[in-house]
C-alpha cells in the first residue's frame, strides 16, 4: 500500500465523537424490520470531517494488516453511507475504491458498480453500521458478480445483532472498529 496515514486520536477519543455525533434514542425500526431503542444515524458522523479524519486513519490500519497478509487491490463501500467511508479509507491506504449502487442504473452506462475492477482483485468491503450484515452481503455478492475476490468486511460500528456471524459463514473476515458498547450503548 503506497501511503497510510496514522490516527492523531485514540480509540475511546474517537468512539465518544462519534456516539455524541450519531446515537439516537427512541423507537426506532431497522433496515431489518427490527425494532430497537437506539439508532445510529450515520449520516451524522459520516458528514462530519473531524470524525472522517480519524477514522481513516483507523481503516487504514486495518486495512494495512490484512493487506500483509496478502495484498488488497482495491477497496469497495455501498451507496449512500459507505462512499464517505471508502473514500477516507483510500486516502489513507492508497489504493483505489470502487462504489456499489443500489441497483443498476438505467441510463448511461447503465452500471452498478462504479470504478474499475478487474477479475480476481482483492478487494475489502467496508460498511457504515451493521446489524444483521444484510446490506454488506447484497453488495459482496455483485463484487464477485463482477470477478472480484471480496475478501473482509470492515464495519464502522457493529450493532453486534448477527453481523458478524453472518459475514463470517459467508467465508468472509469481518473486522468492526467499533461496537454499540464501544460508543456506550448497552442492552
Known sequence: ???????????ASIA??????CVLR?????????????YIDKYLFS????????????????????HAERPIVRLAGAELGGIPLVTIASM???LPSIFVRNAKKDYGTAKQLEGKIERGDRVVFVEDVATTGGQALEAVKVLREAGADVVAV???????????ENIEAAGLIFEALFTKADLGIGE
Open 16 to 21: 465518544k465523537l462519534i456516539a455524541e455525533a
Open 47 to 66: 458528514t462530519r470531517p473531524e470524525v472522517l479524519r480519524p477514522l481513516g486513519g483507523l481503516f487504514g490500519q486495518v486495512i494495512g494488516r490484512l
Open 154 to 164: 470492515i464495519a464502522t460500528i457493529d450493532r453486534q445483532e448477527g453481523a458478524r
Open 26 to 38: 427512541g423507537t426506532f425500526t431497522l433496515r431489518s424490520g427490527r425494532v430497537s431503542n437506539f
Open 1 to 11: 500500500m503506497p501511503n497510510t496515514v496514522h490516527n492523531v486520536m485514540d480509540h
Open 92 to 94: 489513507a491506504t492508497g
